[in-house]
């Protein structure tokens, strides 16, 4: 596991602790509400936890969040699921994402980059008046509160605008990036039935255009709630007949009005990858995700005025709503729509140089790439304002920490994180005032009481077990779409442990108050009573400069037996021979486990992921066992559906 008394990778300085905003609330809810003044994170943290209705309390009155409605107090109910957070209280989402153009109307709120790397700034008053705008169409549209509105949008300033001018009226947003196909965005989209649909025309990716006016057409026919469709002609072309035209909805000099809403009102719908069936549409609050993000921006981020955010994302994942969450904190954000790799594989560094960003957020997946292209961040870009780079998506290795060291700057702060669209937030990751330890995430959230526990329901310290939470969080969704007696919500999360929310991945609690992700615990590997997860293997084996990429899956066999085959998609030019067998094996034996060596090693096209980018194992792992494709998996959610005919045709053969 985790040595004992690691040296740590970056330790913050005097300075910078005294600086960050968690010190200075610490110090203030020490006076004001009871929290301890001395002990750093690991006391706050535990008093966040103890004293959970007190902690947010504190959070709402040190962010200023502005009740029109007072609540009658923080947590009505405390069960799970169903918790009732700020009961009797409205706000609006909109109206605190705005606040900043009172007082920085000329200054950027919004930069948005494209393939050129050119950024475009929008400035505070420039959005809020097109969010006035648009806001006051919605409502001459009939959009009510409660009414779902749709984007199939790549990552925009339009399609800020049209979240904003939507929470703003009370409406329910909801969004699916363009390079989704028409089947994967109506499996969304059709369960929550849309009043709007903004679109484009197409987007531009990777150096080439993607007309979508085709899928648009399909979508508009397969959505017989649409009562409008907006057009936004990215590529230039003409609105499709009877759509409205973006820049007429957005010309007017309109100061928005906010609808004041419950603090549990609907805000956005969020979906899960769907790999073996419908998506599940998860509800999360205005209020659970006002409160939650300015939390966690604003505290674990140090997130402030001063600031620029940009995190690599896409409308289709939940890291865009979270990116849109900056506004809160009075950053400015970055929005970039195009490639992440394209004309290179620097190109998000070179974004990150170009937008001055202080916070620049990716997936563990391109620091890999970076590393084994031989990208060298800081020899080549001018990354000083760049305070922290944070990951996300997949666990980032061992190696992933010390080549961000060693080719960003060895001061970084390098805050892996780790949560999920079902609470749109995290879990564990980013503390400013602690410590960074290579292959470990800093801590977990504050308010966030984050166990480990094993299947009888004990906790486990310094010992892989179930991530658990065992308290509630704002932001847990308040409901499933379409899941009337909650049946669905409950089996998701609640049915292993009564109570308490098992979030589905194993991890590391250390005795230092650090958190190891090991992968999906629905994906583990167990052999002979021995569990690891999966991202242990992929973390060792993608070391090795032939592999690109891997799939390890664990399938129980009828006879009792286990057959563990490891997958392997090589990199250009490389050989699976015996020499490469044996280094990969060799390099399980000694930095995992002699029992976790593969049976077999097999050479594959590529890797299937969802379409935001996650492996998929599960799917594979049916296939493997004998389910026909139609059944093992939702074709909507795989990004290159032709590589699982591969893994389709090895299970007939074997069997």
């Not at 990716?205 to 057409?217: I, L, M, Q, S």
């Not at 920490?401 to 060895?410: A, C, G, I, K, T």
């Not at 308490?500 to 167990?526: K, P």
Request: charged share 20%.
């Amino acid at each position: 596991m985790t040595s004992a008394n690691p040296s740590p990778l970056w330790q913050p300085d005097p300075g910078r602790i005294a600086q960050a905003q968690i010190t200075r609330f610490q110090a203030w809810a020490a006076e004001h509400h009871g929290a301890p003044a001395e002990g750093g994170y690991a006391a706050l943290h535990r008093w966040s936890v103890d004293e959970l209705a007190t902690f947010w309390k504190a959070v709402t009155e040190w962010f200023d969040v502005r009740f029109s409605t007072p609540y009658a107090r923080v947590l009505g109910d405390r069960s799970m699921p169903g918790a009732q957070w700020f009961p009797g209280a409205t706000l609006n989402y909109a109206e605190h994402a705005l606040r900043a153009a009172d007082t920085r109307a000329d200054e950027p709120a919004l930069l948005h980059v494209d393939e050129t790397h050119e950024p475009t700034p929008v400035s505070w008053s420039e959005l809020r008046r097109q969010v006035g705008s648009l806001a006051a169409e919605l409502r001459a549209l009939g959009v009510r509160p409660g009414d779902r509105v749709s984007g199939y949008l790549p990552n925009v300033p339009q399609a800020v605008v049209a979240l904003l001018a939507t929470a703003a009226v009370g409406g329910v947003w909801t969004s699916c990036a363009p390079d989704f196909g028409a089947r994967s965005v109506l499996d969304r989209f059709q369960q929550v039935e849309p009043v709007v649909l903004f679109t484009v025309d197409g987007y531009r990716y990777g150096g080439k255009e993607h007309d979508r006016r085709d899928t648009v057409a399909e979508l508009r026919r397969e959505l017989p709630t649409l009562r409008a469709v907006v057009h936004i002609p990215l590529l230039g072309t003409e609105a499709p007949e009877g759509a409205l035209e973006w820049s007429a909805l957005t010309s007017a000099d309109v100061t928005p009005v906010y609808e004041e809403v419950p603090f549990d009102h609907p805000l956005w719908v969020l979906y899960s990858s769907g790999t073996t069936g419908l998506p599940k549409a998860i509800v999360q609050s205005q209020g659970g995700i006002l409160v939650e993000h300015l939390k966690q921006l604003g505290l674990h981020c140090d997130l402030g005025p001063e600031d620029r955010f940009f995190w690599y994302t896409s409308t289709g994942w939940m890291m865009w709503n979270f990116l849109v969450s900056g506004l809160l904190t009075g950053t400015t954000i970055v929005l970039y729509d195009g490639s992440p790799g394209f004309p290179d594989t620097a190109a998000q560094w070179r974004i990150a140089e170009r937008t001055g960003a202080t916070l620049f957020g990716t997936s563990a997946a391109y620091v890999m790439a970076c590393r084994k292209a031989g990208v060298h961040p800081s020899r080549d870009f001018d990354l000083s304002r760049v305070q922290c780079v944070a990951t996300t998506g997949s666990p980032l290795p061992p190696d992933g920490f010390r080549w961000l060291h060693d080719e960003v700057r060895d001061d970084l702060w390098i805050a892996s994180v780790s949560g999920g669209t079902d609470v749109c937030s995290c879990f564990a990751g980013a503390v400013p005032t602690l410590p960074v330890y290579v292959g470990e995430l800093q801590a977990p959230g504050l308010g966030t009481d984050l166990q480990s526990w094993d299947p009888s329901g004990e906790p486990l310290i310094d010992e892989v077990g179930e991530l658990v939470v065992t308290n509630p969080m704002p932001s847990m969704p308040i409901r499933f779409w379409n899941d009337p007696d909650g049946s669905r919500y409950h089996d998701s999360y609640f049915d292993t442990y009564p109570g308490v929310w098992r979030h589905g991945d194993w991890i590391t609690l250390t005795s230092r108050g650090s958190v190891v992700i090991h992968g999906r615990s629905d994906s583990t590997l167990n052999r002979q009573g021995v569990r690891m997860g999966s991202a242990d293997i992929y973390e060792a084996v993608e070391r090795l400069p032939e592999i690109r990429e891997s799939l390890v899956i664990g399938i129980e066999q009828p006879d009792g037996g286990y057959w563990m085959p490891l997958f392997v998609h090589l990199a250009p030019g490389a050989v699976l021979d015996d020499a490469l067998l044996s280094r990969i094996k060799q390099t399980i034996r000694e930095q995992l486990s002699p029992r976790h060596i593969p049976d077999e090693v097999i050479e594959v096209p590529g890797v299937p992921h969802t379409l935001t980018g996650k492996r998929i194992e599960v799917p594979v792992k049916r296939l493997l066992q004998g389910t026909p494709l139609e059944k093992a998996v939702n074709p909507g959610s795989i990004d290159n559906l032709d590589l699982l005919g591969f893994y389709e045709e090895l299970a007939r053969k074997r069997a």
